[in-house]
């Protein structure tokens, strides 16, 4: 009998821990939205700087170094392209959810949501 009790109180418990993440609200895409996309400026900025260092570094010593440099920018500026996709992804998701099933009318082209 005590198997039983446990065994379905083990099931109410995941049923329940596996439903909390069904709905979520437009607060939550917004604040994920802003948070990826100010990811991705960061990312984007430092391989930025880190491309400008390693291009106008003039000293002869640091001739690795340079193409360290560089290559890391590169993989920075490349590296901040998922975090803009998300952010683009999540408000795509806001306008969704904000729309509840309306119809969006955008130059003459109708789309049902």
Request: charged letters at 15%; a positive charge; aromatic letters at 10%.
């Amino acid at each position: 009998m005590k198997k039983y009790i446990n065994a379905i109180v083990l099931v109410l418990f995941a049923v329940s821990v596996s439903a909390q993440d069904m709905q979520k609200s437009n607060a939550y895409y917004r604040a994920a939205s802003r948070e990826n996309r100010i990811i991705g400026y960061i990312f984007l900025g430092g391989g930025i700087a880190l491309i400008a260092t390693g291009a106008l570094s003039n000293n002869k010593d640091f001739g690795v170094g340079k193409s360290l440099f560089t290559i890391g920018g590169v993989v920075f500026c490349l590296a901040s392209i998922p975090f803009f996709n998300s952010a683009a992804r999540d408000k795509k998701k806001i306008v969704t959810i904000g729309l509840g099933g309306q119809s969006l009318s955008v130059a003459g082209i109708e789309k049902n949501t």
